[in-house]
């Protein structure tokens, strides 16, 4: 049974839009959360994080948001920029728990 | 530099054979960590170490081993138990305590002869 899902496997976007990525959970412990973007034959790049008692965090292009009702997160990154295709993956962990990644999203811009 | 250091990037294995994946940091990090990729799924959790000497089981840990002599360095060895090895390995590292994000190496990919 996953605990961390990502439905869309890959993702199309224009440069210079918006490129939304979803992530749900189904462990309501899981308190603290993470989105890694990973290039192929490299490991992934630690991007931005989130802990339960916020619902926004924002470093630059890249703003992740949780619902937490909805056990739901998002990263979103504008504008978005060739150089951002990749595979992105969100990890979700509980106190004193290991990291449960997801699947992952390929993102694709589009010049 | 401070980071993450994975070798080889590449590496082959026989049938019946042991091979060892070296994983080293100079990041200070007390916790180290073994995961698995496969094509379509998340990584996987080895093996982890929160601390020299001392080590845990991941999700998947039939078939692997480790050690954790120094804090530098968490060696994996996928034995001939391992039935399907081949598959992405990636090592990380974090700091110990809540909300500490992992930093990864560049991964050994591993094939079988």
């Known amino acids: 049974d996953q605990q961390v899902k990502q439905n869309s496997p890959s993702l199309s976007v224009q440069e210079g839009r918006i490129s939304i990525l979803n992530c749900d959970y189904t462990?309501?412990?899981?308190?603290?959360f993470l989105w890694y973007k990973k290039y192929p034959a490299e490991g992934p790049t630690f991007l931005i994080s989130i802990s339960s008692i916020k619902d926004k965090n924002e470093d630059g292009r890249f703003t992740v948001f949780l619902n937490k009702s909805a056990k739901h997160l998002s990263l979103h990154i504008v504008p978005s920029q060739p150089g951002d295709s990749a595979v992105y993956f969100c990890a979700a962990a509980g106190y004193g728990q290991n990291f449960v990644f997801g699947p992952g999203t390929r993102l694709s811009v589009l010049p | 530099d401070g980071g993450i250091t994975q070798s080889p990037k590449y590496l082959f294995r026989k049938e019946g054979q042991n091979v060892t994946l070296s994983c080293e940091q100079n990041l200070n990090h007390d916790a180290m960590y073994w995961y698995r990729q496969d094509p379509g799924q998340g990584l996987r959790l080895i093996y982890y170490?929160?601390?020299?000497?001392?080590?845990q089981k991941g999700d998947i840990a039939e078939g692997y081993s480790v050690s954790r002599e120094k804090k530098e360095s968490f060696p994996l060895t996928v034995t001939s138990a391992q039935k399907n090895p081949t598959a992405f390995y990636l090592c990380?590292?974090?700091?110990?305590?809540?909300?500490?994000?992992?930093?990864f190496g560049d991964g050994t990919r591993l094939s079988i002869l």
């Open positions: 462990n309501s412990m899981f308190d603290y």
């Open positions: 170490s929160q601390i020299v000497n001392d080590f």
């Open positions: 990380a590292s974090s700091g110990t305590g809540d909300n500490q994000p992992q930093h």
